[in-house]
């Protein structure tokens, strides 16, 4: 072909074609091409902002106050194991790690604890900042700086040092890309230095988050204002002893100390009565309760499960630790894995261990060293008092007189807005929570009879007094032995949890640690007490630790800890009356005992159990509704698939359109049964203590319960369930099908992990980039497989398993673990969420913790060096 005849290229061509084309035309082409190019720039520009925080994790970094190297080694889903020479170098090294990766919940969390989050995000955070500044959490980190340890002052201060070298080497907008987000709206704002105080803090809001009754008493109180004490015993029974084991049966006290194999005692102090006049004082304290913001946590909900086994049981022939903590859902998890190790274990330096920890908080809180394993669950004692106090200006009335109120002044900063003058008051009891909620101010100048003083509402609380808990996590990562364990736990103040252990000569063991308030005689800690009488106040004494119960090697071979009742009814020490009624417990009781009818049991099995997910109330409800005659058709479609289902709640699958149709049943069985008479915190959220007041209702089906006060028909059980299925069938077609058999429990019941700042902003750019969802899961609330849910709200998952572990003592390097998130606080980092996906599909990854494990897994290592400076 002749150059003459050879065609132009395609550019050339289109470039000829092009200027042929109308000027509107071109004009046209040009704009919408600089738009696309602005977009190219603009979208490389926000991915270089949102990755710019991503930390270093290969090569070498000066880190200021070492005395020598320690290597960082990360594996494949970014957890890092240290290694140092000195405790303090390792300490040292983890601030500096946990603010690579997650300093801005760090800073959040110690905001949130000084009350200081106005200053970050304006009167939004107005009332919370005040709660906790009433409450002084701040304060009382202050003050507990003092009491604890040198050691503990010296890990807390180098873990600072480790933080605040991380801070002074980086821009905000290197440290979080929140921090950018915030600037963009106006925020001028440079992180203040770490302090060993705004360590201590974070251990508060873990507290408030597990605080125990609290609602139980304000929900006693509105059920028994229009209802007969036999009605409201219906909603708030006893502990079913006889159905679902404590985690010691026996037991009780010699000469002040619990002998797990001793007679019980079953003296108790006196529970009198609350008179109807009190009860009609204090009816609208729920509602007052219920509008404290819900960032302080939802302690009542919350649970876990932990069991250890012995390793005459085991394939292994040593013990097996699980435990899987219950706790809100979010962004990042509330728990990082780390490992911290001395490369020469001795005395100058004795840190070898690896778990679960806090971001803001040294050492690990759950997890196993080169000698023992321990695992976590609420113990949920009643550690928290409301009471009413008699106010007249500023005093209140106690035991007939006239007592000066104590107060201070707080000033809080509120972005945008004019500083807040606050004074805080308190009586003997506690801190005035109604000084701070208009709502529970209202309460009070309502329920003060005519004539006489208001009425303020106090909060005595155990963690309001300073106590070295900071020892305690020390002291367990430390521990080598059942004494040295027992001896760091005695130091565990609040909030108060069960310990299971487990270390390698074989032994396994129980303890319950934790301030537990001795009351007057005339306080039963189940509702608001009146704070003018002497009898109702706080001792001023706890339960001696000697006194709590305790067990090591049991004869049953193993230990099951789920938030159940921890001793039998005999023991004589008030703990609470509002203990969880232990179907998770038994349900993994049960499971256990099946398993090792079997024979010895292997951790995969073990790992099996934390997946059950049956239904515990659906054994017993399930026989009820299908009695129940729908006719035919459409109503019964859903009734119909109950008659094959196994009471499981997978997410998906053959038993999911059945497990999907009872949850929305009982939602409605809930909201037909009880709406009608009780409101705002005494309205039913589908937890334990509503399961078991279902089941002893269903037996009665004439119940005045059951009964619709608000229509002229006396309905029975019959009715409500009758009207709760087909309310059902109506709900599922709306939301998922009108053929129930492509019903799915995972459609209904899906995991939203939200970030607590900026993913609620109603920005859909912000939201998008820092939030993650849509994992449909299996599970439900009280299920081992705990994605809980509150049938008040919906059927989104609220709380859920932190994280997953079973730690196998035959070998360290066979435990396995999983987060519900990731590592990373970063929204760009592939960290973020990446184990979310492997904890929802029931699967762990390898917890390596030998040298050799842990450098075959390393995927990224980073040394971190003395400054030059300092030699």
């Known amino acids: 072909?002749?150059?003459?005849?050879?065609?132009?290229?395609?550019?050339?061509?289109?470039?000829?074609?092009?200027?042929?084309?109308?000027?509107?035309?071109?004009?046209?082409?040009?704009?919408?091409?600089?738009?696309?190019?602005?977009?190219?720039?603009?979208?490389?520009?926000?991915?270089?902002?949102?990755?710019?925080?991503?930390?270093?994790?290969?090569?070498?970094?000066?880190?200021?106050?070492?005395?020598?190297?320690?290597?960082?080694?990360?594996?494949?889903?970014?957890?890092?194991?240290?290694?140092?020479?000195?405790?303090?170098?390792?300490?040292?090294?983890?601030?500096?790690?946990?603010a690579q990766e997650r300093f801005y919940e760090m800073d959040v969390r110690r905001h949130l604890t000084a009350g200081r989050?106005?200053?970050?995000?304006?009167?939004?955070?107005?009332?919370s900042d005040a709660l906790v500044r009433t409450m002084g959490w701040r304060r009382v980190a202050e003050r507990e700086l003092a009491l604890v340890s040198p050691a503990t002052r010296s890990a807390l201060t180098a873990y600072a040092e480790g933080v605040n070298a991380y801070l002074a080497a980086n821009e905000p907008s290197e440290i979080a890309v929140q921090y950018t987000v915030l600037g963009l709206t106006?925020?001028?704002?440079?992180?203040?230095?770490?302090?060993?105080?705004?360590?201590?803090?974070?251990?508060?809001?873990?507290?408030?988050?597990?605080?125990?009754?609290?609602?139980?008493e304000v929900a006693r109180v509105l059920t028994g204002a229009d209802h007969t004490p036999a009605e409201a015993r219906e909603l708030f029974g006893d502990y079913p002893y006889d159905r679902n084991r404590p985690i010691i049966e026996g037991g009780g006290l010699v000469d002040g100390v619990f002998e797990p194999r001793a007679s019980g005692d079953s003296t108790r102090l006196p529970r009198p009565a609350w008179g109807p006049q009190e009860r009609d004082l204090l009816a609208g304290v729920g509602e007052a309760l219920d509008g404290i913001p819900s960032a302080l946590g939802r302690g009542d909900d919350l649970g876990s499960n932990s069991w250890v086994v012995s390793g005459d049981l085991t394939t292994t022939g040593?013990?097996?630790?699980?435990?899987?903590?219950?706790?809100?859902?979010?962004?990042?998890?509330?728990?990082?894995?780390?490992?911290?190790?001395?490369?020469?274990?001795?005395?100058?330096?004795?840190?070898?261990?690896?778990?679960?920890?806090?971001s803001g908080v040294p050492g690990v809180v759950i997890g196993h060293n080169a000698d023992i394993a321990w695992g976590f669950t609420n113990l949920g004692p009643d550690v928290a008092d409301l009471y009413l106090e008699k106010v007249d200006g500023d005093t209140y009335r106690y035991d007939g007189a006239r007592e000066q109120l104590a107060e201070r002044r707080e000033t809080i900063e509120v972005r945008g807005a004019d500083d807040v003058e606050l004074t805080v008051r308190?009586?003997?009891?506690?801190?005035?929570?109604?000084?701070?909620?208009?709502?529970?101010?209202?309460?009070?100048?309502?329920?003060?009879?005519?004539?006489?003083?208001?009425?303020?509402?106090?909060?005595?609380?155990?963690?309001?007094?300073?106590?070295?808990?900071?020892?305690?996590?020390?002291?367990?990562?430390?521990?080598?032995?059942?004494?040295?364990?027992?001896?760091?736990?005695?130091?565990?103040?609040?909030?108060?949890?069960?310990?299971?252990?487990?270390?390698?000569?074989?032994?396994?063991?129980?303890?319950?640690?934790?301030?537990?308030?001795?009351?007057?005689?005339?306080?039963?800690?189940?509702?608001?007490?009146?704070?003018?009488?002497?009898?109702?106040?706080?001792?001023?004494?706890?339960?001696?630790?000697?006194?709590?119960?305790?067990?090591?090697?049991?004869?049953?071979?193993?230990?099951?800890?789920?938030?159940?009742?921890?001793?039998?009814?005999?023991?004589?020490?008030?703990?609470?009356?509002?203990?969880?009624?232990?179907?998770?417990?038994?349900?993994?009781?049960?499971?256990?005992?099946?398993?090792?009818?079997?024979?010895?049991?292997?951790?995969?099995?073990?790992?099996?159990?934390?997946?059950?997910?049956?239904?515990?109330?659906?054994?017993?409800?399930?026989?009820?509704?299908?009695?129940?005659?729908?006719?035919?058709?459409?109503?019964?479609?859903?009734?119909?698939?109950?008659?094959?289902?196994?009471?499981?709640?997978?997410?998906?699958?053959?038993?999911?359109?059945?497990?999907?149709?009872?949850?929305?049943?009982?939602?409605?069985l809930l909201e037909l049964t009880f709406d009608d008479e009780l409101v705002g915190a005494a309205r039913p959220d589908g937890s334990d203590r509503w399961m078991a007041a279902t089941e002893e209702l269903l037996q009665q089906p004439r119940a005045s319960w059951w009964d619709d006060v608000e229509t002229d028909e006396v309905e029975t059980r019959d009715d409500v369930l009758a009207a709760a299925m087909r309310a059902a069938r109506d709900d599922l077609t709306a939301l998922s099908s009108p053929e129930p058999e492509e019903w799915e429990w995972g459609q209904v019941h899906s995991l939203d992990l939200v970030e607590p700042t900026l993913g609620s902003s109603g920005i859909g750019p912000v939201e998008a980039l820092v939030n993650r969802g849509?994992?449909?899961?299996?599970?439900?609330?009280?299920?081992?497989?705990?994605?809980?849910?509150?049938?008040?709200?919906?059927?989104?998952?609220?709380?859920?398993?932190?994280?997953?572990?079973?730690?196998d003592l035959a070998d360290w390097d066979a435990s396995r673990w999983v987060n519900l998130t990731?590592?990373?606080?970063?929204?760009?980092?592939?960290?973020?969420?990446?184990?979310?996906?492997?904890?929802?599909?029931?699967?762990?990854?390898?917890?390596?913790?030998?040298?050799?494990?842990?450098?075959?897994?390393?995927?990224?290592?980073?040394t971190l060096v003395p400054a030059e400076d300092e030699g």
């Open 774 to 807: 849509g994992w449909a899961v299996a599970g439900g609330s009280e299920t081992v497989n705990a994605f809980g849910w509150d049938a008040r709200e919906g059927y989104g998952v609220l709380n859920g398993p932190s994280m997953r572990m079973v730690v």
């Open 426 to 668: 308190a009586t003997g009891n506690g801190p005035i929570l109604s000084d701070v909620s208009e709502d529970l101010r209202t309460v009070g100048v309502e329920a003060g009879p005519d004539g006489e003083e208001a009425y303020a509402v106090s909060l005595a609380w155990t963690a309001l007094d300073p106590a070295p808990t900071a020892d305690a996590l020390l002291g367990l990562n430390l521990a080598s032995d059942w004494d040295e364990f027992r001896a760091a736990a005695e130091d565990f103040a609040v909030p108060a949890q069960n310990l299971v252990y487990a270390d390698r000569t074989g032994s396994i063991g129980y303890q319950a640690p934790g301030r537990i308030p001795i009351r007057g005689s005339g306080n039963d800690g189940l509702r608001p007490s009146p704070g003018w009488r002497p009898e109702n106040a706080w001792t001023g004494e706890y339960v001696p630790f000697e006194s709590l119960p305790n067990e090591l090697d049991p004869d049953e071979g193993f230990l099951v800890t789920a938030n159940q009742a921890a001793t039998g009814p005999d023991y004589p020490v008030y703990l609470t009356d509002d203990w969880d009624r232990g179907y998770r417990a038994q349900r993994i009781r049960d499971r256990l005992t099946a398993l090792l009818d079997e024979g010895p049991v292997s951790s995969e099995r073990m790992a099996a159990v934390q997946l059950d997910s049956q239904h515990p109330l659906a054994p017993t409800l399930v026989p009820y509704l299908l009695d129940v005659d729908l006719g035919d058709g459409y109503a019964a479609g859903g009734q119909e698939l109950l008659g094959d289902w196994d009471f499981t709640q997978p997410a998906e699958g053959e038993q999911s359109a059945a497990a999907a149709y009872f949850a929305v049943t009982w939602s409605r």
């Open 117 to 127: 989050l106005s200053e970050l995000f304006g009167e939004a955070t107005l009332e």
């Open 186 to 216: 106006g925020l001028d704002y440079r992180p203040e230095p770490w302090t060993p105080v705004d360590s201590l803090a974070w251990l508060k809001a873990m507290a408030w988050d597990l605080r125990g009754n609290v609602d139980e």
């Open 318 to 358: 040593a013990p097996l630790l699980a435990n899987d903590p219950h706790l809100g859902v979010g962004l990042p998890g509330v728990w990082m894995q780390m490992g911290l190790h001395c490369t020469d274990v001795g005395a100058d330096c004795p840190l070898d261990v690896a778990g679960f920890g806090f």
């Open 822 to 862: 990731g590592v990373s606080g970063h929204p760009a980092s592939d960290h973020y969420t990446d184990q979310t996906d492997v904890l929802v599909a029931g699967e762990t990854l390898p917890w390596a913790f030998s040298r050799d494990a842990v450098q075959e897994a390393t995927e990224d290592s980073l």
């Open 1 to 98: 072909m002749s150059e003459a005849t050879r065609p132009p290229p395609p550019l050339v061509a289109w470039w000829s074609a092009f200027r042929a084309w109308p000027a509107w035309a071109r004009r046209a082409t040009w704009t919408a091409v600089g738009i696309v190019l602005l977009l190219l720039v603009l979208t490389a520009t926000a991915v270089v902002v949102v990755r710019r925080p991503l930390p270093v994790t290969d090569g070498e970094l000066d880190l200021p106050g070492l005395s020598a190297p320690v290597e960082v080694l990360r594996d494949s889903h970014g957890v890092p194991q240290l290694y140092g020479e000195t405790l303090h170098d390792l300490l040292t090294a983890q601030g500096y790690v946990h």
